[in-house]
Nanobody
Framework: QVQLVESGGGLVQAGGSLRVSCEAS????????MGWLRQAPGKNREFVAA????????DYADSVKGRFTISRDNAKNTIYLQMNSLKPEDTADYYC?????????????????WGQGIQVTVSS
């Protein structure tokens, strides 16, 4: 059974940093591209960042480029999202997701498995 479990969310002031993690189990981790997507109250789920199976390729939404960094540790079946220079508009539930795609999907429909989500709140 595939499980993706996020951790590390919380409350941070604007301008601060936070790192969220996602550990996968029940999968052959290196067969999946991994992504972070987020959903703010009243809004659709949106792409944040993705990393290829090997970790050699990454993709970011324009809104987070230069501030967020996605990485993966295939030995630990874990991905990370380092978030710096956080803004109140980054406030959302953040979801880890796994995709069988060779590429790094931006469309939420391109992901096969999802974590339960973790809340990130940035205060102004």
């Amino acid at each position: 059974q595939v499980q993706l479990v996020e951790s590390g969310g919380g409350l941070v002031q604007a301008g601060g940093s936070l790192r969220v993690s996602c550990e996968a189990s029940g999968v052959t981790f290196t067969r999946y591209a991994m992504g972070w997507l987020r959903q703010a109250p009243g809004k659709n789920r949106e792409f944040v960042a993705a990393v290829s199976r090997s970790g050699g390729s990454t993709d970011y939404a324009d809104s987070v480029k230069g501030r967020f960094t996605i990485s993966r540790d295939n030995a630990k079946n874990t991905i990370y999202l380092q978030m710096n220079s956080l803004k109140p508009e980054d406030t959302a539930d953040y979801y880890c997701a796994a995709s069988t795609s060779i590429a790094t999907p931006r469309n939420p429909g391109g992901y096969n498995y999802w974590g339960q989500g973790i809340q990130v709140t940035v205060s102004s």
